[in-house]
Nanobody, 126 residues
Framework: QVQLVESWGGLVQPGESLRLSCAAS????????VGWFRQAPGKDREFVAA????????YYADFAKGRFTVSRDNAKNTVFLQMNNLGSEDTAVYHCAARPGASAQAMSVFSRDDAWGQGTQVTVSS
């Protein structure tokens, strides 16, 4: 079973950047597509970005296009989410999810059957 651990959230000011990591504890991580979701207080969990198993296809929510970049390093079993020009609306807990054999676009649909991490808090405030 895949276990995922998100890291490198934090408190930043508006306009600053963060790079989140999602580390997986499975030898066959390169078989998995990975998606990032976020959940702000009082709101539903929403899709952010996803990458396919090979890292050559990505898919983004409209709000993430041009600001966020998802990538992966299969040699390190890690997926990254680079977030630039952050605003207060980006404040949320960010989770990664993994699913074997999926496309990046398929990862945009929430599934309880996916492997999920516990999340990392991102707070954007001046």
């Amino acid at each position: 079973q895949v276990q995922l651990v998100e890291s490198w959230g934090g408190l930043v000011q508006p306009g600053e950047s963060l790079r989140l990591s999602c580390a997986a504890s499975v030898r066959t991580f390169n078989n998995y597509a990975v998606g990032w979701f976020r959940q702000a207080p009082g709101k539903d969990r929403e899709f952010v970005a996803a990458v396919n198993w090979r890292g050559d296809y990505t898919y983004y929510a409209d709000f993430a296009k041009g600001r966020f970049t998802v990538s992966r390093d299969n040699a390190k079993n890690t997926v990254f989410l680079q977030m630039n020009n952050l605003g207060s609306e980006d404040t949320a807990v960010y989770h990664c999810a993994a699913r074997p054999g999926a496309s990046a676009q398929a990862m945009s649909v929430f599934s309880r059957d996916d492997a999920w991490g516990q999340g990392t808090q991102v707070t954007v405030s001046s």
